[in-house]
Nanobody
Framework: QVQLVESGGGLVQAGGSLRLSCAASGIISSINAMAWYRQAPGKQRELVAGITSGDYSYYADFAKGRFTIFRDNAKNTVYLQINSLKPEDTAVYYC?????????WGQGTQVTVSS
């Protein structure tokens, strides 16, 4: 059974930092890429950042400079470090895994930034 377990969300003041993590288990095929998306109230889900099995990382324009994605391949875990948080970063953050056979979503972790 495939599981994506996310953690690290919470309530933080503007200017603060958070590190989100997503541990994947039960995926028997090779993982090609892991990524983070977010969805704010009333808005569509959008890509934040992703990282391939070869450690190539890519970011949405809004994420460049304050967001860092990295992974631990041995643990099938992907992290998202967010610095200098802004109220507009408030959203549910979702982990996404693309394997050679399928793709999977986590349940989401809430990030709330107060001004």
């Amino acid at each position: 059974q495939v599981q994506l377990v996310e953690s690290g969300g919470g309530l933080v003041q503007a200017g603060g930092s958070l590190r989100l993590s997503c541990a994947a288990s039960g995926i028997i095929s090779s993982i090609n890429a892991m990524a983070w998306y977010r969805q704010a109230p009333g808005k569509q889900r959008e890509l934040v950042a992703g990282i391939t099995s070869g450690d190539y990382s890519y970011y949405a324009d809004f994420a460049k400079g304050r967001f860092t994605i990295f992974r631990d391949n041995a643990k099938n875990t992907v992290y998202l470090q967010i610095n200098s948080l802004k109220p507009e970063d408030t959203a549910v953050y979702y982990c996404h895994v693309l394997s050679s056979r399928d793709n999977y979503w986590g349940q989401g972790t809430q990030v709330t930034v107060s001004s």
